[in-house]
Every structure is written in structure tokens, then in C-alpha cells.
């Protein structure tokens, strides 16, 4: 059994930084985790990856500068620290576990229930 748990959304002024949490429980072989998102009207889209040892880290265009994707071993989480949010970054956000290093969602096995973000303008 695979759970993931998405945390640290919230409402925030165009500028400032968040930072979003996915812990991990359960066995699996989908260790690479991705950060997609879908904001209102649109299509889920990629955001930030990671692969299963954190060698890689990798970025949709239109975030790259701005959000950095980490784990940390001990608590099984992956983060996303957003900084310098835009109006356009609002959007539920959804960490989700694949068995390889991709940016295409229908490739991930695993997906959380997602954290609402809301950027002020």
C-alpha cells in the first residue's frame, strides 16, 4: 500500500514563497516524484521532479528559478519550496511517484489528493 500526503499549501501575496510537503508511506517501486499542478480551467501539468536516489532534479520552463524540489530521507518527504509566486502559480498542487524519470503524468503509478495554492495579486 502507497499513500502520498501533500501539505503546506495556502494563500499568499504575488512575490512571496511556499512550501509545499508530500510524505511518503507504504513499499514501492516508484521512488521518482513529481510535482504537477491544475489550475482553474486548465489541464494538469508538470511542475518539478525528482529521481529515486535525488541525483536529478528537473523543472518545467515556466518555474525553473523559482521552485527547488528536495527530499529529506529521514521523514520519506518531498518537498517543492515556491518562491516568487506569481498570480498564475495558483492552482491545486499534486505530488505524485513514478518508477522512472518522467514528466508525463499518465506514467505516475501514485498520486496524492493535492493542496490548494492561491496567489494574491
Known amino acids: 500500500q502507497v499513500q502520498l500526503v501533500e501539505s503546506g499549501g495556502g494563500m499568499v501575496q504575488a512575490g512571496g514563497s511556499l512550501r509545499l510537503s508530500c510524505a511518503a508511506s507504504?513499499?514501492?517501486?516508484?521512488?521518482?516524484v513529481g510535482w504537477f499542478r491544475r489550475a482553474p480551467g486548465k489541464e494538469r501539468e508538470f511542475v518539478a521532479g525528482i529521481s529515486a536516489g535525488s541525483r536529478l532534479t528537473y523543472y518545467a520552463n515556466f518555474v525553473e528559478g523559482r521552485f527547488s524540489i528536495f527530499r529529506d530521507n529521514a521523514r520519506n518527504t518531498v518537498y517543492l519550496r515556491m518562491n516568487s509566486l506569481k498570480a498564475e502559480d495558483t492552482a491545486v498542487y499534486y505530488c505524485?511517484?513514478?518508477?522512472?524519470?518522467?514528466?508525463?503524468?499518465?506514467?505516475?503509478?501514485?498520486w496524492g489528493q493535492g493542496t490548494q495554492v492561491t496567489v494574491s495579486s
Open positions: 505524485a511517484a513514478a518508477r522512472g524519470v518522467t514528466r508525463k503524468d499518465s506514467d505516475y503509478d501514485y
Open positions: 507504504g513499499r514501492t517501486d516508484s521512488s521518482n
